[in-house]
Antibody, heavy 114, light 107 residues
Framework: QVRLQESGPGLVKPSETLSLTCTVS????????WTWIRQPAGKGLEWIGR???????NYNPSLKSRVTMSVDTSKNQFSLKLSSVTAADTAVYYC????????WGQGTLVTVSS | DIQMTQSPSSLSASVGDRVTITCRAS??????LGWYQQKPGKAPKRLIY???SLQSGVPSRFSGSGSGTEFTLTISSLQPEDFATYYC?????????FGQGTKLEIK
C-alpha cells in the first residue's frame, strides 16, 4: 500500500519560506507525478502544483512566483517551498500521488504567524 | 483556468436516499475527472476516476458518469458513513482545479 507522509515546521513567520517534504513508501516512486494541495480551515481544496520524477514541474499561476518544487529520487521524497508567506497561506498541506490523484498523505497543518 | 462548478454546495438527505452531485466544467475536459470524499480531519479519498470508473474497494452504491463538461456522482442508497464532503477534480488542463465541494448532511 502506498504511504505518503508530510513533514516540516508547523509554524512559519510572515515573509519567511514554508518548507515541506513528502516521503513516499510502499510503492514505486519513479515514473509518477507527485502533487501538492492545500486546504485552509473550513474551506475547499487548492491545487498548488506537481512535479514529475524527472523534475519537470507545473505550478498554479496564482502561486507560481512563490512556489518551488523539487524531487529526490534517492530518498523517495519530493518537496515544496513557498516563499514570502502571509496569514493567507495558513492551511493543511497535503502531498499526493499522480495527476488523477489516487493516494494522499494525511496532511500537515502549517500556520503562518509571528 | 478551468472553473469547476459543483452543485449543490450542501445537501440534506436521509439514510437510504438516492443522491446526485454535479460538476460542470467551464470547458471540455474529456473524462479527466475524479470524485473524492472527505471526512472531517481526514485527507480526501478517491471514489471515482476517469469520470466513471469505481476505485477499488469503494462500495458499488457510488457511481460516476459524464464526459466533456458535465459530470455526476450518484450514491444509490445513502449509508450513515457516507455523510461527508465531496469534491470533483479536473486534471485535464493546468492548473488542475477542484469543485468547491458538496457537504452532505443527515436530514
Amino acid at each position: 500500500q502506498v504511504r505518503l507522509q508530510e513533514s516540516g515546521p508547523g509554524l512559519v513567520k510572515p515573509s519567511e519560506t514554508l518548507s515541506l517534504t513528502c516521503t513516499v513508501s510502499g510503492a514505486s516512486f519513479s515514473s509518477f507525478y507527485w502533487t501538492w494541495i492545500r486546504q485552509p480551515a473550513g474551506k475547499g481544496l487548492e491545487w498548488i502544483g506537481r512535479i514529475y520524477t524527472s523534475g519537470t514541474t507545473n505550478y498554479n499561476p496564482s502561486l507560481k512566483s512563490r512556489v518551488t518544487m523539487s524531487v529526490d529520487t534517492s530518498k523517495n521524497q519530493f518537496s515544496l517551498k513557498l516563499s514570502s508567506v502571509t496569514a493567507a497561506d495558513t492551511a493543511v498541506y497535503y502531498c499526493a500521488r499522480g495527476e488523477a490523484i489516487d493516494f494522499w498523505g494525511q496532511g500537515t497543518l502549517v500556520t503562518v504567524s509571528s | 483556468d478551468i472553473q469547476m462548478t459543483q452543485s449543490p454546495s450542501s445537501l440534506s438527505a436521509s439514510v437510504g436516499d438516492r443522491v446526485t452531485i454535479t460538476c460542470r466544467a467551464s470547458q471540455g475536459i474529456r473524462n479527466d475527472l475524479g470524485w473524492y470524499q472527505q471526512k472531517p480531519g481526514k485527507a480526501p479519498k478517491r471514489l471515482i476516476y476517469a469520470a466513471s470508473s469505481l476505485q477499488s474497494g469503494v462500495p458499488s452504491r457510488f457511481s460516476g458518469s459524464g464526459s466533456g463538461t458535465e459530470f455526476t456522482l450518484t450514491i444509490s442508497s445513502l449509508q450513515p458513513e457516507d455523510f461527508a464532503t465531496y469534491y470533483c477534480l479536473q486534471h485535464n488542463t493546468y492548473p488542475h482545479t477542484f469543485g468547491q465541494g458538496t457537504k452532505l448532511e443527515i436530514k
